[in-house]
Nanobody, 121 residues
Framework: QVQLVESGGGLVQAGGSLRLSCAAS????????MSWYRQAPGKQRELVAS???????NLLESVKGRFTISRSNAKNTAYLQMNSLSPEDTAVYYC???????????????WGQGTQVTVSS
C-alpha cells in the first residue's frame, strides 16, 4: 500500500525556520502533484503550496517570500522550507499527493498523517 510519511514539525520561536519532509513509499507508477495543506484550530484546511512533477509551483499569497516548496523525484519526497515563521503559521501541516498506481488509471489522492507546527511569540 502507498503511504505518505511526514516529518520535521515541532516548536519554534517567531522568526525561526523549519523544514518539513513528505516521503512516499510503496508500489506506484508515478506521482503528479504534491502539496502541503495546513489547518489551525477552529479554521478550515487551506492549501499552502503545491508542486507539479515538472517543477511548477503555486504558493498561498500569505507565505510568498517566506516558504519554498521543492521535491526530489528520485527520492519520491516533497519538502516545505518555512522561514520567518510567525504565530499565524501555527497549524497541523498535511502532505497530499496524487499518485498513479497503474499506468492505465488516473491518479488517486493520498494524505499524510499530519505534523504539528507551533510558533511561539
Amino acid at each position: 500500500q502507498v503511504q505518505l510519511v511526514e516529518s520535521g514539525g515541532g516548536l519554534v520561536q517567531a522568526g525561526g525556520s523549519l523544514r518539513l519532509s513528505c516521503a512516499a513509499s510503496g508500489r506506484f507508477v508515478s506521482i503528479t502533484v504534491m502539496s502541503w495543506y495546513r489547518q489551525a484550530p477552529g479554521k478550515q484546511r487551506e492549501l499552502v503550496a503545491s508542486i507539479g512533477s515538472g517543477g511548477s509551483v503555486n504558493l498561498l499569497e500569505s507565505v510568498k517570500g517566506r516558504f519554498t516548496i521543492s521535491r526530489s523525484n528520485a527520492k519520491n519526497t516533497a519538502y516545505l522550507q518555512m522561514n520567518s515563521l510567525s504565530p499565524e503559521d501555527t497549524a497541523v501541516y498535511y502532505c497530499h499527493a496524487n499518485i498513479k498506481i497503474t499506468p492505465w488509471r488516473s491518479g488517486d489522492a493520498y494524505w499524510g498523517q499530519g505534523t504539528q507546527v507551533t510558533v511561539s511569540s
